[in-house]
Nanobody, 125 residues
Framework: QLQLVESGGGLVQPGGSLRLSCAASGSTLDYFTIGWFRQAPGKEREGVSCIIRGGSSVNYADSVKGRFTISRDDAKNTVYLQMNSLKPEDTGVYYC??????????????????WGQGTQVTVSS
C-alpha cells in the first residue's frame, strides 16, 4: 500500500527558504501525478503545485508562481517543493498527494487519492 511522508517543514523568517520532500513507500511514484496542497488555520485546503508523471509539465497556484519550484526524482521515489521568498501567508500544513489522472497539465481539482500526514510550515519573524 502506498504511503507518503512529508518532511522539511519548520519555522522560517519572511524571505527565507525551505525545501519540502514527499517520500513514498510501498509503491513507486512513477505512474502518478503528484500534488502539493496546504491548509492554513481556519482556511480551506488549497492547491499549491503539481507535477505530472515524467515531470514534463508542472502547475502552480498564482500565489506561489515565481517563488516555488516543484520537482521529482523517481529514482529516489521522492517529490520536492522548493519554497523561496517565503511570506507569512505561506504558513500552513503542507500535504502531498497522488493522482492517477493522465492530464497533460495537472490541476488541483482532479481526484487525489493517497495523502501524506503533512508537515508544518510557519513563516514568522
Amino acid at each position: 500500500q502506498l504511503q507518503l511522508v512529508e518532511s522539511g517543514g519548520g519555522l522560517v523568517q519572511p524571505g527565507g527558504s525551505l525545501r519540502l520532500s514527499c517520500a513514498a513507500s510501498g509503491s513507486t511514484l512513477d505512474y502518478f501525478t503528484i500534488g502539493w496542497f496546504r491548509q492554513a488555520p481556519g482556511k480551506e485546503r488549497e492547491g499549491v503545485s503539481c507535477i505530472i508523471r515524467g515531470g514534463s509539465s508542472v502547475n502552480y497556484a498564482d500565489s506561489v508562481k515565481g517563488r516555488f519550484t516543484i520537482s521529482r526524482d523517481d529514482a529516489k521515489n521522492t517529490v520536492y517543493l522548493q519554497m523561496n521568498s517565503l511570506k507569512p501567508e505561506d504558513t500552513g500544513v503542507y500535504y502531498c498527494a497522488t493522482s492517477v489522472s493522465l492530464f497533460r497539465l495537472c490541476n488541483f481539482d482532479e481526484k487525489y487519492d493517497d495523502w501524506g500526514q503533512g508537515t508544518q510550515v510557519t513563516v514568522s519573524s
